[in-house]
């Protein structure tokens, strides 16, 4: 395993990471705020 493929497995890490903190928070503003 080379250093390129370890920062991809990271970097896709980060991302997934994030798109989750995202979903979370929009779920969670739908909530408090229905349209």
């Known amino acids: 395993m080379d250093l ?3 920062i991809k ?3 896709y890490f980060i ?3 994030a798109h ?3 979903k979370k ?3 969670t ?3 408090k705020h229905p349209v």
């Open 15 to 17: 991302v997934s990471l």
């Open 4 to 6: 390129l493929d370890e």
């Open 20 to 22: 989750t903190q995202i």
């Open 29 to 31: 503003g739908y909530l």
């Open 25 to 27: 928070s929009a779920v």
């Open 9 to 11: 497995i990271h970097n």
